[in-house]
């Protein structure tokens, strides 16, 4: 193979490894190498199993396997809030700086059947609460279009890792926007399925009735792949259902045609008023007159309520934050810290394990689930969702899919936000609502600003993660954004401009 192993895609990839062109030891040799060279400079990733990953690859070279699978010989990232036997899952925290998995997440077993090669851990925002990858507590991760600039959040380091062609596909959570942002950010396509449909056991828990797994590729196709291996049943998981087209995606990818004739498509005007960039806003009308080309109809519609989303979401992921990391006590899981007392025992290990925005997410949640503001709070918060996810609903009963912005700007400057929590906070504006609804979402590459690669976001009925992928491949091809890198990051350099 030629030194350009790593610009092909992950369905490319397997192509070449099924004609016997390529190994997987080769392949997980070219990543490793690649980690090694550019990664300083990005941060993307919290721990790379080199040797581990080669004897898995050898391994299955020597066995003279004939497996067709796309993922077969894939090697790949996971970050870090997902368990895997023996890696980081340190959420990027203090709390959980030492902890290393004693067994598998679901979608870790299911990648391994799938033929995939763990090969490293990625960073991320602490406990996946942020939108830019600054409040891990190890280190800032770049944006490889410009270093700069923040990769997006919280799935930060799965998206840069990705999008410098590290390694060609890596799991993201997402609990509000954690993958489809940062896949904006960087030019990727990025998928939220619907909740329930990716088990979350293994998952290191932030919004629990929020949280869903999911994957950043080059292409849809590769995402369609990685749906393949990801969706299943799971009873480990009690909120784990199963899904219709589970193990067919590629199929669905296969059969999806070169236009979108009778399909009708919604252009909310709400995602493209105030606090969205006007050339975002530009991108997204101008992916919704290809649309139109494709022989879609699109149609301007409402959704109300999506003003109430963004102070919605906050109450109820901070309030099941709240719940979920009182495990962390310095006792039973996490940092232990000197104290006199049990009470500052308590104290000084989530003071010193526990980063800025998690404190403050916590402080909030535990409020508004106090007694004397839980009815004015969290259950406002929980009706107001229920409104959100009927609305959402009611509109993807007139349109096949809805189109919007992923992220309202373009990647912004590191520390730009840092100190402006609120402002922080808007960068999610758009992707929340699907997470609050529990439907499925894509972002996909559709233009750039000041160049700066900008995604749309397309939305789904529950159980349409299909259908949502038929539409983004028609775009993709359409558009022809999937072949555009960004340059290759330098240690000795922390310039980086798209070209496009």
């Known amino acids: 193979m030629s030194d350009d192993i790593l610009a092909l895609t992950l369905t490319q990839m397997h192509e070449h490894i099924a004609r016997g062109e390529l190994s997987r030891a080769e392949l997980v040799r070219a990543a490793a190498a690649a980690i090694s060279a550019g990664d300083d400079a990005l941060g993307a990733f919290l721990q790379v199993d080199e040797d581990g990953a080669e004897d898995v690859a050898r391994a299955m070279d020597e066995a003279e396997d004939a497996e067709t699978e796309p993922l077969n010989g894939i090697p790949y990232a996971v970050k870090a809030n997902i368990c895997s036997r023996g890696m980081n899952a340190s959420c990027a925290s203090r709390m959980l700086s030492e902890y290393r998995s004693p067994y598998d997440a679901a979608v870790v077993e299911n990648m391994r059947d799938a033929g995939g090669i763990l090969l490293g851990v990625t960073n991320m925002d602490e406990f996946a609460m942020g939108s ?21 959040g919280s799935s930060g380091g799965s998206a840069a890792a990705v999008a410098a062609r590290l390694v060609p596909a890596a799991l993201g959570s997402d609990t509000g926007g954690s993958i489809r942002q940062p896949a904006s950010f960087c030019g990727l396509v990025g998928m939220k399925p619907t909740y329930g449909a990716v088990s979350r056991y293994g998952l290191i828990a932030f919004a629990s009735s929020l949280d869903q797994i999911g994957s950043l590729t080059r292409t849809v196709p590769d995402c369609a792949a990685m749906l393949d291996a990801l969706v299943a049943r799971d009873h480990r998981d009690t909120t784990s259902v199963s899904h219709p087209d589970a193990g067919s995606f590629r199929a669905c990818i296969a059969d999806a045609g070169e236009d979108l004739r009778g399909w009708q498509i919604g252009l909310p005007t709400e995602y493209l008023g105030e606090g969205v960039d006007p050339q975002v806003c530009e991108v997204v009308e101008t992916a919704a007159g290809l649309f139109a080309e494709l022989g879609a109809e699109v149609q301007e519609c409402s959704l109300p309520h999506t003003e109430y989303a963004l102070p919605a979401y906050y109450i109820i992921a901070s309030a099941e934050a709240s719940s979920n990391l009182a495990r962390f006590d310095g006792i039973r899981y996490g940092l232990r810290a000197d104290g006199e007392t049990i009470a500052d025992l308590y104290f000084n290990a989530r003071g010193e394990g526990f980063g800025p925005e998690v404190k403050r997410r916590i402080m909030l949640g535990t409020f508004a689930l106090s007694a004397g503001y839980y009815d004015a709070y969290y259950l406002k918060a929980a009706r107001t969702r229920s409104l959100i996810a009927r609305e959402m609903q009611d509109a993807l009963s007139e349109f096949d899919v809805l189109l919007t912005p992923t992220a309202p700007v373009p990647a912004f ?27 499925p979402a894509i972002s996909v590459p559709a233009g750039s600003v000041d160049g700066l690669p900008v995604g749309i976001q397309l939305m789904g009925s529950r159980f349409s993660d299909a259908q949502l992928l038929r539409a983004a491949a028609v775009y993709e091809r359409a558009a022809g954004w999937e072949d555009v890198a960004p340059p290759c990051p330098d240690a000795d350099s922390t310039e980086g401009v798209c070209d496009r």
């Open 132 to 152: 830019s990858t600054e409040n891990s507590s190890v280190q800032i991760t770049r944006n490889p279009w410009d270093l700069e600039r923040v990769p997006g």
């Open 413 to 439: 400057p590191i520390g730009a936000r840092v100190e402006d929590p609120l402002t922080m906070a808007k960068a999610d504006i758009c992707t929340i609502p699907a997470n609050l609804a529990g439907i």
